[in-house]
């Protein structure tokens, strides 16, 4: 049973637009979320996150949306840039429960074109 | 500032024998994990140490699977008598340890070790 999801396995996005990756969860204790970005025979590379106290996380040109009624999240990435092109994961915690384990979504592969 | 390293970077080893992988965590993190993750799929978390013991050894797939910790830094995933099945990326992790007083857990991770089992 999957808790963390990501629908699209790959995501094609111009240059300079805005690319939006979703995440969906089941698990409503999860309260604490991260995007990670991983290029290839790398490790993955911590993006930004949000507490689910909070609805929104800017970073830049990063941007975390959450929507614990639907429980739902987003990144958003604007201007999309070559350089993005890489898969995106999304992960999920239960600090509150005290499990720091993150459990993750299966990616999804952000191409860029020019 | 050094990152997560772990080595060897490729481990190709036959079925049923044993290996060890390595890692060495960021300095000052306390909290380290173990990840290992498939073709097409996110990590699968194996292990949690906090310090020196294992806090959370719940992913773990079964008594093949073992790691230590032994001076609260450097940690050693051990498996024995592998299968074919065992084939993945092993990747390590290490963060400060959440004490509520910090915003979250971000982990940071290794590069990993291609393990590859014959």
């Known amino acids: 049973d999957q808790q963390v999801k990501q629908n699209s396995p790959s995501l094609s996005v111009q240059e300079g637009r805005i690319s939006i990756l979703n995440c969906d969860y089941t698990n409503s204790m999860f309260d604490y979320f991260l995007w990670y970005k991983k290029y290839p025979a790398e490790g993955p590379t911590f993006l930004i996150s949000?507490?689910?106290i909070k609805d929104k996380n800017e970073d830049g040109r990063f941007t975390v949306f959450l929507n614990k009624s639907a429980k739902h999240l987003s990144l958003h990435i604007v201007p999309s840039q070559p350089g993005d092109s890489a898969v995106y994961f999304c992960?999920?915690?239960?600090?509150?429960?005290?499990?720091?384990?993150?459990?993750w979504g299966a990616g999804t592969k952000l191409i860029i074109k020019p | 500032g050094a990152g997560v390293s772990q080595t060897p970077s490729n481990k190709v080893t036959e079925k049923g024998k044993y290996v060890e992988l390595r890692c060495d965590p960021i300095?000052?993190?306390?909290?380290l994990y173990w990840y290992r993750q498939s073709l097409g799929q996110g990590p699968e978390f194996l292990i949690y140490f906090q310090g020196t013991g294992a806090a959370d050894d719940s992913g773990l797939p079964n008594d093949r699977f073992f790691a230590v910790r032994p001076e609260g830094s450097v940690s050693t995933l051990k498996i024995q008598r592998t299968e074919r099945g065992d084939s993945a990326v092993y990747l390590c992790?290490?963060?400060?340890?959440?004490?509520?007083?910090?915003?979250?857990?971000?982990?940071?991770f290794g590069p990993g070790t291609r393990l590859t089992v014959l």
């Open positions: 300095s000052g993190h306390t909290a």
């Open positions: 992960a999920a915690s239960a600090l509150s429960l005290g499990n720091y384990q993150l459990i």
């Open positions: 992790a290490s963060s400060f340890y959440y004490t509520g007083e910090i915003s979250g857990n971000e982990q940071f």
């Open positions: 949000i507490s689910s």
